[in-house]
């Protein structure tokens, strides 16, 4: 199984300020790492795929970089509505999820 | 647009089998994957398997021997058998669109390559199971 292990778990930041997230694969995943935003009492929302690529209707800010076994998601500049948990998925064998970073005020 | 709603029982009790099933509208289930996935209280994001209409199904390794996905094209639905849970099985499940994406990147000689990715791009709303007597 392949472990993705996200750091920080927490991220304390102000709107306007950019945070950087951080996800790193137990083996190689090439480029197959996806990106999740969740807030509470709601599902999942596709935020990057293929590492770098932006879903359809996501903001700029948003941006992945990363190959073989290390991965960021960056956001440029956080709005109000960005403060929620995002998880990394690895698509590269079976399905795994890291356990998540919460990006709070 | 694409939906989709789980639904079943919101109990179930120690030992027995949870059963949801996944309502597709918008999207006919003959096309992509079609995955569950699960949240324990408070906890992060478990993969449990997805089915192709092709009948190509895959397992998480770790429930593998307790889980069964099957599909019902005719229905446009498809479902999850969880045999003999126990209380760690309590969770949120969520249902959830497949797709293959293509990618057209830049590759060596001024060509281009075109790469193939998974994501899973709607998911249902959720429904929560708790095991209990």
């Known amino acids: 199984e392949i472990v993705m292990t996200q750091s920080p778990a927490t991220l304390s930041a102000s709107p306007g300020e950019g945070a950087t997230l951080s996800c790193r694969a137990s083996?190689?995943?090439?480029?197959?790492v996806n990106w999740y935003q969740q807030k509470p009492g709601q599902a999942p929302r596709l935020l990057i795929y293929?590492?770098?690529t932006r879903a359809t209707g996501v903001p700029d800010r948003f941006s992945g970089s990363g190959s073989g076994a290390e991965f960021t998601l960056t956001i440029s500049s956080l709005q109000s509505e960005d403060f929620a948990v995002y998880y990394c998925?690895?698509?590269?064998?079976?399905?795994?999820f890291g356990q998540g970073t919460k990006v709070e005020i | 647009q694409v939906q989709l709603q789980e639904s079943g029982p919101g109990l179930v009790k120690p030992s027995e089998t949870l059963s949801l099933t996944c309502t597709v509208s918008?999207?006919?289930?003959?096309?992509?994957?079609w995955s569950w996935i699960r949240q324990s209280p408070g906890k992060g994001l478990e993969w449990i398997a997805y089915?192709?209409?092709?009948?190509?199904?895959k397992y998480n390794p770790s429930l593998n021997s307790r889980v069964t996905i099957s599909i019902d094209t005719s229905k446009n639905q498809f479902s999850l058998n969880l045999s003999s849970v126990t209380a760690a099985d309590t969770a949120i499940y969520f249902c959830?669109?497949?797709?293959?994406?293509?990618?057209?990147?830049?590759?060596?000689?001024?060509?281009?390559?075109?790469?193939?990715?998974?994501?899973?791009?709607?998911w249902g709303r959720g429904t929560t199971v708790t095991v209990s007597s």
């Open positions: 959830a669109r497949e797709v293959e994406g293509i990618v057209v990147v830049p590759a060596s000689w001024g060509l281009k390559e075109r790469r193939k990715y998974y994501y899973m791009d709607v």
């Open positions: 918008g999207d006919s289930i003959s096309t992509n994957y």
């Open positions: 089915i192709h209409s092709s009948g190509s199904t």
């Open positions: 083996q190689s995943v090439s480029s197959n």
């Open positions: 293929g590492a770098s």
């Open positions: 998925q690895q698509s590269n064998n079976w399905r795994t």
